[in-house]
């Protein structure tokens, strides 16, 4: 289900609604499977025929010996089954595009939403159509949210750009919402088992985790990576764990293909992490929040080699769940909960500390323009997806050069403007876009300080350069920055040409962003009807930039991690049909349904390993569905 099997172009969008009603397909029905456990049976049939069966990747990550060995030991054994419900992305703006052809230059352009340029340009160029990289021109405009949805290539991007070659005519296509729900890449869809062993003071000796990965029915660009190596070296958490084996099995099924949603991989470790040790509080005889702060790596632990290739720089974890615990009234609960149960109300908490490896991926270039207003002009790879990119740049650009923000422009998502650039994913843009146009801006403040020697008659090093001024130090001889603008603008044989510098940035290390959330709700025992009562988040992102723009990442990542936990479940039949292919019958979140969330932002641990301070912003950790009983 979701397969594109047949193309209509017609004038208007009805005309080709009504041809499409007009096409007959005969299909011989095949068996199909949609469970990524039943897809392992021997008798299940097979999604590939050119494969030997469903299991695509068998994968592992750490050391079995070492954690056997735990287990041997251990004086209790806590162990969870857990499923990470499938979910449908549903942003806010559908995919859409405009595919438009110039036989006379033989070249295409493309308009579409996405989260990047390059990788969509090398999938088109190289890989589809075989032709020379300028012989394509993507512009993506403003986008209306893609959470690791919009990073890939689709068959309607391919379709569309043929059709306007074909017919000589521009062609464009919008996604309706059933085709979101039934094309669109997915997220989660795992079944995990995980166990810990304990010592009798409930101190942790190793955990062995195992899971089932719902690919769907091909392979998406970074399906298999998300499980595995995204996933997999963050099953740590915040912890010492001096032992750890995870297993991950990749299962083709019959469904739309999963990959990169919302915290790609990170998430789904957070989760399985947090529930077994809630289960390992349960069996050590331990208050949650006690096993916890038994077993977190400590500040004078730091930086921590966790074993599974990620070494932790800064962060004081039992701090901030202490200050998350105290904010909601951790040791008074059951005070709380006597109250509702007078009531005929069941009430409940629950406590969450996450981690999450940010930033890093790839390389990252700017470009600065000093304009003949005296404004400049970042041109950048990364792409917002309505985080407020612009907002951001413009601050750490004004804090370079004095400017106002409205003389600071941005340029991107036009493949004919922006030179390279990763794209947006991972979060990624502020560490390594925020030091490329840093870096940038320096160049052009020290451009234009060569000019302002020569313009004032004093050597550059003598020249400070400070909110937009430039001044002999000591002296009151001053130079402004737009005059410099002005002058390299001229032209007219003056020898001074206009000022554009472009630098770049490659992360040395990740970021590891870390955090606590509380939530504390009420269960209507006969209707099942929940309301939580209480968000606390208390989150270490290093140095913020914007809290109202971070605050704003925060509240978007709690109402969804609550529609997994409470409302969203994708859910197919026996033969493949998706069920739940509209909002009918899927159900997101809405206002009602998402608390105020008091949130605090711990600034004083900047991050050690850029020149920023920033850990980026993480992802809170979403909580699936128990397994049926």
């Known amino acids: 289900m979701g397969d594109a099997v ?146 890939f290539a689709y068959p309607e991007q391919v379709a569309c750009l043929f059709a306007a070659r074909e017919l000589g005519r521009p062609v464009r296509w919008t996604g309706e919402r059933n085709e979101s729900f039934q094309s669109d890449t997915q997220g989660r869809d795992h079944q995990t088992t995980a166990e810990m062993a304990l010592d009798k003071e409930g101190h942790f000796l190793g955990i062995r985790i195992s899971t089932l990965a719902n690919m769907g029915a091909y392979l998406s660009n970074f399906a298999p990576y998300i499980p595995t190596g995204a996933s997999t070296q963050m099953y740590s958490g915040l912890y010492r764990i001096p032992a750890i084996h995870a297993e991950v099995k990749c299962v083709l099924t019959n469904t739309v293909p999963v990959d990169a949603y919302r915290g790609a991989g990170r998430p789904e470790a957070s989760y399985v992490m947090e529930r077994l040790v809630d289960e390992a509080a349960r069996v050590a005889g331990l208050d949650r929040r006690e096993i916890r702060l038994r077993n977190f790596i400590r500040p004078e632990d730091l930086p921590y080699d966790t074993g599974l290739n990620r070494i932790y720089d800064s962060g004081d974890y039992p701090r901030l769940l202490q200050e998350a615990c105290r904010q909601v009234d951790w040791d008074n609960f059951e005070t709380r909960r006597a109250e ?28 600065i323009s000093l304009d003949p207003d005296g404004g400049v002009t970042l041109v950048i790879g990364t792409m917002t997806n309505g985080q407020g990119h612009h907002t951001a740049y413009a601050q750490l650009l004004h804090d370079k050069f004095g400017l106002p923000l409205e003389k600071i422009r941005m340029v991107q998502g036009d493949s004919e403007k922006v030179h390279k650039g990763g794209g947006t994913g991972g979060s990624r843009s502020l560490l390594m876009g925020g030091i490329s146009a840093q870096r940038a801006a320096d160049r052009v403040i020290e451009t234009a300080r060569q000019i302002a020697g020569d313009l004032l008659e004093a050597a550059p090093d003598d020249i400070e350069f400070d909110d937009g001024l ?61 309301k939580i009562l209480d968000y606390v988040v208390v989150d270490d992102f290093g140095t913020v930039v914007n809290p109202m723009l971070a605050a704003g990442q925060v509240h978007g990542g709690v109402a969804q991690g609550l529609g997994q936990a409470l409302l969203e479940h994708t859910v197919y039949d026996e033969e493949g049909q998706l069920i739940t292919a509209s909002f009918m019958d899927y159900t997101m979140p809405r206002a009602d349904d998402v608390p105020d969330v008091r949130l605090t932002l711990v600034q004083d641990m900047p991050c050690k390993t850029n020149p920023m301070g920033v850990k980026e912003l993480a992802r809170p950790v979403p909580s699936g569905r128990r397994p049926p009983s």
């Open 6 to 151: 047949v193309m209509v172009v017609a004038e208007t969008a009805q005309q080709a609604r009504d041809a499409a009603d007009l096409v007959e397909v005969d299909y011989d029905p095949l068996d199909a499977v949609t469970d990524v456990g039943a897809a392992l049976a021997a008798e299940a049939p097979k999604v590939q025929e050119s494969l030997s069966g469903n299991l695509c990747l068998d994968w592992a990550q750490g050391n079995e010996t070492d954690v056997e060995a735990a287990f041997a030991k251990a004086d209790r054994i806590a162990r969870i089954e857990l499923v990470n419900n499938r979910v449908v992305v549903n942003s806010m703006e559908p995919r859409a595009l405009i595919a438009d052809y110039d036989p006379q230059e033989e070249k295409f352009t493309l308009h579409t939403g996405s989260q990047g340029l390059f990788r969509l340009k090398d999938q088109f160029c190289r890989m589809i159509f075989g032709i020379p990289e300028d012989k394509l021109h993507i512009i993506t405009p403003d986008v209306g949210g893609g959470f690791g949805m919009k990073i």
């Open 470 to 530: 430039f001044r002999i130090a000591g002296t009151d001889r001053t130079l402004e920055l737009a005059e410099i603008a002005q002058r390299t603008h001229q032209g007219g044989g003056n020898g001074l040409t206009p000022i554009e510098e472009t630098d770049g940035y490659t992360a040395e290390a990740l970021t590891f962003p870390n955090g606590c959330h509380v939530c504390e709700l009420e269960v209507d025992p006969d209707t099942g009807c929940s």
């Open 340 to 367: 509702s149960r007078s009531r005929g109300m069941l009430r409940g908490i629950g406590l969450a500390s996450y981690v999450e490896a940010c930033g890093g991926i790839g390389e990252e270039e700017a470009r």
